[in-house]
């Protein structure tokens, strides 16, 4: 493990944030990060807004005190709650989050401006995709939908096969059925964004529920685009020899190394080992 000074910290309930981390990475592959998944308080998406910031800056205290010099919020939900809380506390560190750059990128994609949004029930309910899309677009019909289960079956690491799409399905089918059919299709959404960061390793599941034309958009790769467009290159970079990117990063988490452990490995599609996740309290 390597210190965490100058690095980017990241924070999620739990491992959804890591498929930020990886667009994170591939975008800029010279710095160092630190990487926290608050399991213990998991899921933030059932949570009261409340609570929710009150984890975040909690989280946020965490990885500031280990020095970073930049924090991305890898959660929809604490994106959708936390944002303006976590810039007051700290006004000298960029903080990025997920929502706006998810926003924007279904705007971008959409051609009939019927955009679809499934997050967690903090992220829907706030409306806080719905609010963000309409600020780009306002022409833009949202239709928008919690899927909470899709949490826990991703933290299981159940991410495809029957069961992924039987939830996709019952879900997804009474906004996507329509589609099926010529005269309805101007009635189904074009757009589905997965405005939950624990959602993109299910998309083969969610892919194999919804018909053909319907484009999938997820925040990592344009949140990821975001930090490495407005934040200055690392003066001190990762310098980790042959090893894997994975040794370039500080693993923390609020509970249970080796459950952390296991499913990043399957969201990371690398091993990590339970001793490199060190736990800790906030
Ligand atoms: N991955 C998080 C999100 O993007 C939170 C999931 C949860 O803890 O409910 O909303």
Not at 17 to 27: E, N
Not at 52 to 80: E, H, P
Not at 125 to 153: E, H, N, P, W
Not at 162 to 175: D, N, S
Request: hydrophobic fraction near 50%; aromatic fraction near 6%; charged fraction near 15%.
């Amino acid at each position: 493990m390597t210190g965490a000074g100058g690095a980017i910290g990241v924070f999620d309930s739990g491992v959804g944030g890591l498929t930020v981390l990886r667009a994170l990475r591939s975008v800029l592959p010279q710095e160092r990060f630190v990487y926290l998944g608050d399991t213990a308080r998991l899921p933030y998406g059932t949570k009261s807004a409340a609570s929710v910031v009150r984890y975040s800056l909690q989280c946020a205290d965490a990885l500031v005190a280990r020095g970073i010099r930049c924090l991305v919020v890898a959660c929809n939900t604490a994106s959708a709650s936390a944002l303006d809380a976590l810039r007051l506390r700290y006004p000298g560190i960029p903080v990025f989050g997920v929502i706006e750059p998810g926003a924007a990128a279904a705007v971008a994609v959409s051609r009939t401006r019927h955009i679809a949004v499934i997050g967690t029930e903090g992220t829907i309910g706030g409306g806080a995709y719905q609010a963000a899309i309409r600020r780009l677009d306002a022409r833009v019909r949202v239709t928008a939908l919690a899927c909470s289960l899709f949490v826990a079956v991703a933290e299981e690491g159940w991410v495809e096969g029957p069961i992924a799409e039987a939830i996709a399905r019952r879900y997804l089918e009474p906004i996507f059925c329509g589609g099926q059919s010529r005269a309805a299709a101007c009635e189904v959404p074009d757009t589905l964004v997965l405005g939950c960061t624990h959602f993109p390793v299910l998309a083969a599941a969610v892919r194999a529920v919804l018909p053909d034309h319907v484009a999938l958009v997820d925040s990592a790769a344009t949140a990821a685009a975001a930090v490495a467009r407005e934040l200055p290159a690392a003066a001190n970079p990762s310098g980790r020899g042959g090893l894997s990117w994975l040794a370039g990063v500080s693993w923390l988490a609020t509970d249970g190394a080796a459950r952390f452990a296991r499913v990043s490995g399957i969201f990371l599609g690398e091993a990590l080992r339970p001793e490199d996740v060190e736990i800790i309290d906030l």
